[in-house]
């Protein structure tokens, strides 16, 4: 198997000239340019994509470990650490699809939980600590990224009844601004995301 | 270092200005600043200067001390540099905030006057292997206009010109035990020849071109440059000491460009630089210092 | 009259540290007769025997080891995160930070440790600033830690070699390969890649030679010209990144250090290319045949999907259990 | 050096040939520097002292909370101020206590209703020490927030006063008079309104005294507010000249 993957594969590392900057030849990840060149930036496999109308994609990808840092416009997921009347501090665990290495820290103000009547938001009625969220990046601030729930689809995923039990048990969500436990029935107020269900998600995909 | 704010058109404005040989305050690339130079200011030290360079301002005061030479070098006396900026150059540099500037040129200073050739040690030897001066050289930074490095060593040169040690006599008592007399006369006292004490020159490489002495807003528009200690001997410039900052790199031709500019200028400030002590040393005169400090 | 008495200096007094070697300037001279002298100009251009490996570690992602002759170093690169002080945070720019740490056991002398720790920190930062793609990680910083773990000279080029190798493992995005490497002149020897003997032998003495060649009677006499310079470059550019500068060296001799350190960089650069490249190469196979597995699996899934849709899920469910050998039929 | 130092000669002058009211020689600049909002120089006798002035700015950080003005004193003394060398230029007690006592005495003279939220930093840097350190730190730091245009309700300055050993009270002490004994007491007073905005003592007085020592101070303030206000003014007109000001003087 590897013996055929060498042939076409074309190992480059930082610093070396991939080929000439063209019309139809774009800066892919991993990559680039000086005096009209493009040139590897990271240590990897070179990898060549078409994308649209003879337009090609010049990118480095790096077998192995990948460096994923949060970028504006990211879905990440994060865990609500502490919450004041003003903003929520998280901790960003996962981006994209990319599970992180070491948690960044993430705040979300109390204007970003949802988009209609944010003067009306209380962050405690929104969420508490512990809770799980997915947030999307709209900026970067000195040392924490700024994050927003104001869209359907983002917001609570998961989180456990606040009594104090032993046995955590996650709550279901009951409408877009409520949670159920489902063992007392207790409902609990939070900014609930609109996740499609797993099960959905997959009889979709075997259909 | 108290960040200049710059737009892309004010770089822009700046880099052409450097490559028409022209720069925003009309000088050519090979110019400096205007400098006045004061020494002898502070009564407590030793030596001291004052140096201003259009808007960087540099106090120095040397203070002496009798310390045990190193064994390896029984023969070299000590020097100690101190940098301290001072929060009245930016709001930044309050507490420890300025401690990394500091470290920097400390270390600069150190690499410099590393070598016996760039600062002859044994002019601070008393008694070799027992005792010998160590000259404490604090420099404080007030105000930072730019060009810190090569302000700060040519304070340093001044204030070490300016430095008066009181002649020490000594005595050998019995079993080995020296006893020292320090003269307590003034007027009584010996001076450091100060030919070949090294001054840092900055060469800034802005666009396709090196200068020097650039302004604080020329510094945030340079991605690379190269500090170059000249130290001169015999007539001819020698470095000792050199060392890249700001982030950048360069081609190796540039590079050499870039050494003997810092070179040939070293050597003119050098130059310079005896003048200004010359006519500061006339001004003085052998009358009791009147100084003027700050109140210019 | 003020008299400052001074008794005798126990340090001094002979016998209580002279069995410590290296102390008085005789014994640097010994040192250096018992040096070999490589002559004026040196013939061979090239590194010391060197090992680089990266990856070495399996809990932190970017590490690194190099040996450089007997130079042995750990470089450890952790993904950038948040600045720690926001005023750190510099226009446009992410920030570098460099620790460098001795192992206990790494040098003889401890006294001097946490300076040079220091210096040599701040030398990598500035020795690594140009390399490194900063734009991409604004607002971050970036920490590299370096571990000496013996000191054989030509630390600083070697941390600097190790912590290149270790940034590209890590995934950091870097413009170019960075190479280091020193070179030292020493009453008029050529020393390239200096021994710890030999810098300390430069540092220690502080060419305190060179003043008896250079005395005032004789102002002619040839100067001793003494002094180190480490240089770390960027080949696809032919930049240098970094030149550090110590000691007293006319121009014509800087340059021509500053050459031979250039020289060296470049046959280290192929031998970090080498290196590299296989780690290339072997985790894109690993990588390829993890993707094939897990193909395979997927396949799998695939078909018992395929099996359960035509077989309807009670049929699936009956041929799928084992019958249990204890139940009396 | 001990106590016992007599610090009148029995001509009636002092160890600096001073008379017991006398001040110091006192000579000071306005906008020293170009960077700062605010800068002043002051030499009084041999304690030299630079201040500047930053602001009114935006609050920093956690202190934002308040809605008042915070007034924010750095006092840092060169390594080569003293006779003795200092490792510390600031940090030490000493001057993290001069630092609160010129907080306390600048907001007692800041209008500060002027500045709500705002932040002013003060920067105190001793050159040359040479007795009354504090006292010329606060007048200097007066110059400069006025070179900064910063309100103020009136000039605040301060002085020093001791007494000698046959009861008389002497006028701003230099380090001499400092080392060698006796009380000392440092007053810092809005001359015109006769407040006391800070008072520190050393050593003891008889109660009897106090009041005497503490006239002689304010009336050392009184003299060194004369003294500022003609600085300020001087400046004033230099600077206005350009606008044509002089003539209005």
Redesign the interface.
Known sequence: ??SE??ED?I?C?????LCRIEDNVVLGI?T?E?NGYI?A?????VNIEESGENCQVVSVH??????T?PATGDVVTARVLVTTPKFAKCAIFCVRNVLL??S??GLLRKEDVRETEKDRVDIYKSFKPGDVILARVIN?????FLLTTAETELGVVVAYASDARKTRVPMVPVGWSEMQCPLTTIKEPRKVAKVLPESTINTIN?Q | MAYVALSEAEKTFILHGVEEDFRCDGRSRRDYRPMELETALVSNASGSARLRLANTDILVGIKTEIDVPDPLTPEFGKLEFFVDCSANATPEFEGRGGSDLAQELVLALENAYESPLAFDYRTLCLIPGQQCWKLYIDILILECGGNLHDAVSLAAKAALHNTKLPRVTASLLDAGVTDLIISDNPYDCTRLTIDTVPLLVTVCKIGDYCLVDPSAEEEVCSPVSIVVSVSMRNGEAFLSGSHMTGGGAMHRDTMRNCLDLGLSIGEQLNTLLAKMLKQEEERVGPKRPKTVGFLK | MLRVTQTKNTLLDGATIAEDLYTTPKDCEECFDSLELPGKNPTKLCPRSTFVRAGVLTTVRGSAYMEYGNTKVLAIVAPPHELMRASARRMNMGVINCFVNFAAFATGELESVPEREKHLGSMLTKALEPVVCRTEFLNFQLDIRVLILDDDGCLLSTAINCCGVALVECGISTYDLITASSACIYRDNVFLNPSAKEEELLRKHRGGHALAGSDNSSPTAALQEHGLITTASMDTFEQVAQCQQGGYLSPATYVKLLDYTLTINKSLRQIIRRVLTARVKEQHELDVREKAESALEDQRLAEIIERLKQQGLDDFIQTNIKEDPFVKR | MAGNFELLSEQGLRLDGRRPHELRHIKCKLGVFEQPDGSAYMEQGNTKVLAAVYGPHQAKGMKAETNDVIINCQYSQATFATAERKNRPRGDRKSLEFKMYLEQALSAAIKSELYPRSQIDIYVEVLQADGANYAVALNVATLALIDAGICLNEFIVACTASLSKNSIPLTDISHTEEVSGGPMLTVAALPTAEKIAFLEMSERFHIDHLETVIETAMAGCREIRDILEAAVREHLLHIGSAADWARVG
């Open positions: 198997m590897s993957g060498d594969t190992v590392l930082p610093g070396e000239r991993g680039y000086q040139y930036s990271k240590s990897g496999v790096k077998p192995g470990f990948h460096l840092i290495e070491s960044y820290r970067q601030m000195e040392q924490s075997a």
